[in-house]
T-cell receptor
Framework: AQSVAQPEDQVNVAEGNPLTVKCTYSVSGNPYLFWYVQYPNRGLQFLLKYITGDNLVKGSYGFEAEFNKSQTSFHLKKPSALVSDSALYFCAVRRLSSGGYNKLIFGAGTRLAVHP | GAVVSQHPSWVICKSGTSVKIECRSLDFQATTMFWYRQFPKQSLMLMATSNEGSKATYEQGVEKDKFLINHASLTLSTLTVTSAHPEDSSFYIC???????????FGDGTRLSIL
């Protein structure tokens, strides 16, 4: 069964420093992986996805993620954190239902706190 | 592009009433829409998947008669929480995708509080 793990409940980083939010996955077959961000009382905003191709995926707001097949990881990164990046981040893997629907399985979420 | 609008954003009502939440895709046609529930400080839990013109597919443990889903057009899906009780209080989020293999785009969610 497909699953996603985000081992950190919270990540704290100083503004201007690089940030990493970790995600590992377990899938059968080739993984379709996603990162979403959620601000308070809002829905999820799509950041980036990995389907195939280059292992380093670039997304919105300066974020990128590195797909590592041997370590089954898809960590989210940003070279220089901003206070406005503080939010809840979700990693997700696509799972095809029996009806062919594109379901998303979400990790538990990681709260990123960027301090001035 | 790919904007999903969810309404209302916040609703407070008395126990026993029914509440309808709308999810609209504003600039694309959504063949598939998804309804999620999110408890405080927790991840999203998929409740059901709906396809335009057909019955919704509910996840295990989700009561079909409690959470009525209608996907009457390619731009609108509704979730009705029937005879709501305090335990139904939660943050409900919809998402939509143009095709089943396309990324999901999310609405801003509806915070439902049942007194």
């Amino acid at each position: 069964a497909q699953s996603v793990a985000q081992p950190e409940d919270q990540v704290n980083v100083a503004e201007g420093n690089p940030l990493t939010v970790k995600c590992t996955y377990s899938v059968s077959g080739n993984p379709y992986l996603f990162w979403y961000v959620q601000y308070p009382n809002r829905g999820l905003q799509f950041l980036l996805k990995y389907i195939t191709g280059d292992n380093l995926v670039k997304g919105s707001y300066g974020f990128e993620a590195e797909f590592n097949k041997s370590q089954t990881s898809f960590h989210l990164k940003k070279p220089s954190a901003l206070v406005s990046d503080s939010a809840l981040y979700f990693c997700a893997v696509r799972r095809l239902s029996s009806g062919g629907y594109n379901k998303l399985i979400f990790g538990a979420g990681t709260r990123l706190a960027v301090h001035p | 592009g790919a904007v999903v609008s969810q309404h209302p954003s916040w609703v407070i009502c008395k126990s026993g009433t029914s509440v309808k939440i709308e999810c609209r895709s504003l600039d694309f046609q959504a063949t598939t829409m998804f309804w999620y529930r999110q408890f405080p400080k927790q991840s999203l839990m998929l409740m059901a998947t709906s396809n335009e013109g057909s019955k919704a597919t509910y996840e295990q443990g989700v009561e079909k008669d409690k959470f009525l889903i209608n996907h009457a057009s390619l731009t609108l899906s509704t979730l009705t929480v029937t005879s709501a009780h305090p335990e139904d209080s939660s943050f409900y989020i919809c998402s939509a995708s143009q095709f089943s293999n396309q990324p999901q785009h999310f609405g801003d969610g509806t915070r439902l509080s049942i007194l």
